[in-house]
């Protein structure tokens, strides 16, 4: 049984990738997981600058899901690759380097960055974090935004892109294909939708920053159709996530189109996910008469009705 | 880290651990406050007063998010863990369905815990449901520290929905509790700050006063400007929503009080979090910064951090 993916030049030995946002740098993680159980990792979102992040609160629950406004909280660019990538590259699992840039030429300077970090192999391009004034969203609901941010990052890596992208895009295959056409080796989605909720005795939106992303199995629905659009529109490979917190869910994002699969706000509750996952998917796979874990890729648009 | 203050876990300190425990038992100790004890002896083991679980309220989707509570009680004989909790909401009116013989994953212990070291007077102030890691800081402070005095001073809403203290001065014979109820059903009508503002005036001169107070962040605050003014150290256990208590999210952020000082350089120093881990002190920018409560908490020493927030 193979579970490798290919995403671009990056090989990963399962398809199952610690989302950024859930993971930090690792060190945490590492107090109760495994890092070597992820086929690649991805940091938190890193910025040019350090950022300290929203006012709190920052997370609350909701029906099958949770509300962040984390605000990009990070040590910045500089500080990652200096004190986090050296430690993190220890357990020999791709690096993926979610990178956050405010503008297309802080997008440019992350990547030249990087590109001198050979540890660093892929950039994960966030042109969908909902929770930031500038940048963000605002680069990722729209193709012309999607395509510069994208171009900036790879004249400036070598290595593979992979774009972040929003549920909230005008059209997910518009934005697939202009990440394509940017130069990305993979996409990745979906980022959170945008949500909000209101304490009832207070009177006041629940969360510092009032709105925040919208996680869990809540958006699982959503994400699927995202991916399933996006991966009949390009020839790269797909990153799904959204609400995987099984494998069950795990083989609908395959089957929708996905190459590899991320585990995000999932991994919060269960840090142990990825091997009971793995252990589900090999065993689907022997049922069905599988060999290789790609072979499920866009299976239930593929077969036809 | 004064020698005095709360012990966080070391880098070589036990890392959480994920169990499915047996609920041995759950029941309503008074009006809405609930205690529930677990089968857990791998918690029990590593468990310090002032940390916290994760609860995982049921097995599905739905809630979510594990839900953090202070530790109440361990028995290490026995190999449990009990909580102590309020029926608020829509996660604690499932818990409180709980039967004995039912499983719950819960993850722990987390968080840095509370060690008093040594103090000759050691004064627990607990508002409401501030109430809930006491038993636990009190007997192991009583154990640690047996000729010390321990004072409790609990402030809750009325009789009726009171802990019953005399659970606690039944065990621990030395520990002096007060209590003051809003209506004044019970104890002395008011808030728990006048009891702390009596405690003081009595205890007043003495030297190696400790303060560790729980409860909601106004009434920490209110503490914390008497403690101040007395000049006695206060170390507080702060809540905030939290979604994995372990790090991984940075949602449980607390303000620092007047961002960083002198005790954390900015890029001077790098200050290694609990469990060896990072958590942005040295690189994040100076004025405007957090905590995490679940790492670099939940017991914080009040200067450090800005409860006005």
Known sequence: MDLGVR??????KNPLIAASGVFGYGREYSRVGDIRWFGAVSTKGTTLHPRAGNPPPRVTETPSGMLNSIGLENPGIEAVIRHEIPWLSGFGVPIILNAAGESYDEFARIAAMAEEVPEIDAIEVNVSCPNVNAGGIAFGIDARSVYRATRAVRQNFSRTVIVKLSPAAVSIKDVARAAEEGGAQAVSLINTLVGMAIDIYSKRPVLGNVTGGLSGPAVKPVALRCVWDASQAVS???IGMGGIVSWQDAVEFLLAGASALALGSG???????????????????VREGIDRI??????AWKTGR | MSQDGPVGPQAEEPRPVLVDAEVLSNEAISLGLYETVFRAPE???EARPAQFIGVKVSAGRDPFLRRPFSIARVDRNRGTVGILWARVGYGTELMSRWRPGETVNLLGALGNG????RFKHLILVAGGTGIAPMPFVCLESFKENPRASISLLYGVKDKDSMYPVDRLTQEIPGVAVQVSTEDGSYGKKGLVTGLLEDCLTRVSGQPSILVFACGPKRMLSAVKAITTSARIPLYVSLEERMACGLGLCRGCAVRRAGGFKSKNPVDSVEQPGPGGSYTGRSSIRAGDSYFHVCLDGPVFSAEDVDLEG
């Not at chain 1, 995403?7 to 990963?12: R, T, V, Y």
């Not at chain 1, 790609?294 to 299976?299: E, I, M, R, V």
């Open chain 1, 7 to 12: 995403l671009g030049d990056l090989k990963l």
């Open chain 1, 236 to 238: 790269i490979p797909i």
């Open chain 1, 267 to 285: 991994l919060l509750v269960n840090p142990r996910l990825p091997p009971e996952i793995l252990k589900g998917l090999q065993e689907y796979c």
């Open chain 1, 294 to 299: 790609d072979a499920l890729t866009g299976l």
């Open chain 2, 43 to 45: 918690l029990a083991l």
């Open chain 2, 114 to 117: 509370f060690r008093p070291g």
